[in-house]
């Protein structure tokens, strides 16, 4: 009747030792009528499995933001929720998006909230109130995902382009081995532009800075639009943008990001090579017409130059001349004057 430290009711009634015996008395059913009021014992096995689960297993953030201990997973050496200020913690914390849509969220139905966002940001309004982008992301440092479940939502296909496109299948498994992204802009990778920021913004906050380079790059090319939520409103910006910003900015989406080295540092380091442009052809190109331009303007110049000192040599030439004609002149009038005065006073003496 005593199963794993709990009292066995089903048994008690249907036992035949009970049923033999007819008709019961009144003792009997008293004690049958205690027994069904009576609250069950556990056992102290049962009690430990019991503890652990709960404190395991919590839906909200109360273990995230337990101040006393904090026993999940760490990143970069301390709790993930620390990533954040404080103050716009308890904002995110005691908002309604945060109670109605992200209670009880996994990795799996994380990115159907994702999917459905409308744009990125960090805090809106005079009081500050945080964004549905600014919530998930919170809830993703709570939960800690993988690195293969991030690299998924940053390269989330639809199941229509997977089918049209079966011939680079072997080249997209090498790139999602080697943690690179495909080139966004027709939008069959990355299908969902929102959820790719989101997993930036992750990204961001919690990788190592090689990784980080390494993964954020590529999507520098994906040039589709986003929408961005300010305090005074919404404003418009680009996912290669938003990712720029999170390479070169210290504070993005109400949250000041930790110091990324430059990657000038890590070039001479050798932990990175030297990065391709995809737009490397069009800027040669680009430079050789410069320098072109530049070449003829200088042959234009030297060209002008040589004009003008000809011109300068001929106009001076031609002064020369023509200071030299009215002296000559000026001579050749004197003489005959000077004659008839000779003249003249020979005729005087006469």
Known sequence: MNVGGCLNFTSLLTSPQIFSQAPLDSSTIFKLSSLAHQEPTFSSNTTRSKTMTTATHRADATALLDERGYSGPLVRGGN???????????????????????????????????????????????????????????????????????????????????????????????????GDVVNGSNGRDGEFKYLRALAAFYIRLTWEPVEIYKTLEPLLADMRKLKRRTREGYALTYVDQFVDDLLTKDRICATSLWKLPSRTMLEDLDLLEPRESPLGEELEELEREQEEKMDESEEGQYTSDDGDDRSRDRSYSRSQSRSRTPSRSRSRSRTPRSRSRSRRSDYSED
Request: charged letters at 30%.
């Open 80 to 178: 993930p929720a620390h990533l954040i200020e404080k103050a716009v913690r308890d904002r995110i914390t005691s908002s309604l998006y945060w109670l109605e849509q992200c209670y009880g969220l996994n990795a799996a139905t994380l990115c159907d909230r994702a999917a459905e966002l409308t744009a990125v940001g960090g805090t809106y309004g005079g009081v500050g109130k945080p964004t549905p982008f600014l919530c998930l992301a919170f809830k993703m440092l709570q939960l800690v995902p993988e690195r293969d479940v991030i690299l998924a939502y940053l390269n989330w296909r639809d199941d229509e382009y997977e089918k049209e496109e079966e011939d680079g299948e072997e080249v997209k498994k090498e790139e999602k081995e080697t």
